[in-house]
């Protein structure tokens, strides 16, 4: 008896509950740059890393038995689970974030624009279908505009910058967009917020040994109150909200369609800049903004 095909995503328009579900995950995690730039203050970044994970162990727990979320446990299901948290919970923090340390605020976040680049790679060869001529172009759009838009708010040239960085880097952009594609494949049968609660919990349990060996008394008791903010929005607001907004978009829109939204997290970023950080706000960007919002534009009209 042959299996039955995984059920598609629903054909859905610009303004519908996928798109919302985008826009939320791209307004929290486009505030996750300044809330980490906040919460290394008290806490050092690698801890912070790992924080982002472990701290929003209790509440995927609460989220879990509240909702009787089953655990993805059978058949090809245990892996596609424990793959989705190395990649999307332990892999992408762990592997941006100490690549970020070791190279230019440009040239990383050039790597997050290219995101949704790894996502269609990987998507068109699990699917075995190769994205349309407007998906292409849309995304060359929305490309070209983040270019700008990050060559002219943090600049692309650095003494800062090493490959070392920008291979970490990069690698953790792919490990994310590794875990998106395998995440949506999982929503249809487990929903997405059973999907990734159960990938916190198995990557936070992975994960607290070598915070517990890292983070001793003086280290708790030195972090400050904007360092527990921070732990608090990157935990419940970075892993569990946006994921979980992020995961269902992607199922019920298509991953081609909304992973393109991603190009609008250095607008977000900026945007923050502007308003908590006084950044000024150029002609310049305002235009790249524009041209990226056009290049998503072209990807989700039907």
């Known amino acids: 008896m042959s299996k039955a095909a995984p059920p598609r995503p629903s054909a859905v328009g610009f303004f519908s509950l996928a798109t919302a579900g ?17 919460g290394i203050e008290s806490v050092d970044v690698l801890s912070l890393a790992l924080l982002r994970t472990v701290a929003a162990l209790p509440l995927a727990v609460v989220i879990l038995a509240a909702l009787r979320c089953p655990l993805p446990w059978r058949g090809q299901d245990k892996w596609l689970v424990l793959a989705f948290g190395v990649t999307g919970v332990i892999g992408f923090p762990v592997l941006f974030t100490l690549g970020v340390g070791l190279t230019s605020a440009g040239h990383a976040a050039v790597v997050t624009a290219a995101t949704p680049v790894f996502v269609g790679f990987l998507e068109s060869i699990v699917s075995r279908k190769f994205p349309p001529p407007r998906w292409w172009i849309g995304v060359s759009v929305a490309f070209v505009g983040a270019l700008v ?154």
Do not use: H
């Not at 990069?170 to 917020?193: C, E, K, M, N, Q």
């Not at 994921?243 to 939204?261: C, E, F, P």
């Open 149 to 302: 838009l990050i060559g002219e708010s943090v600049g692309l040239d650095s003494v800062d910058a090493t490959w070392q960085g920008d291979l970490l880097a990069a690698l953790g952009g792919f490990s994310a967009a590794a875990s998106f594609v395998i995440g949506a494949r999982l929503t249809p049968r487990y929903g997405a917020i059973g999907a990734t609660m159960w990938s916190v919990v198995i990557a936070s349990v992975f994960l607290l040994p070598f915070l517990v060996t890292r983070m001793g008394v003086e280290a708790w008791a030195a972090v400050e109150p904007l360092g527990w903010t921070a732990i608090v929005y990157l935990s419940v607001g970075s892993t569990i909200v946006a994921y979980i907004t992020w995961i269902y978009a992607l199922s019920r829109g298509g991953i081609g369609r909304m992973s393109v939204w991603q190009f609008a997290l250095p607008v977000v970023g900026v945007a923050g800049a502007a308003i908590f950080l006084n950044e000024p706000l150029t002609p310049l960007l305002i235009a790249a903004t524009v041209i990226i919002l056009f290049g998503v534009g072209l990807v989700q009209r039907r």
């Open 22 to 38: 985008a826009l939320v995950t791209i307004l929290t995690w486009g505030g996750t740059p300044i809330i980490t730039k906040f």
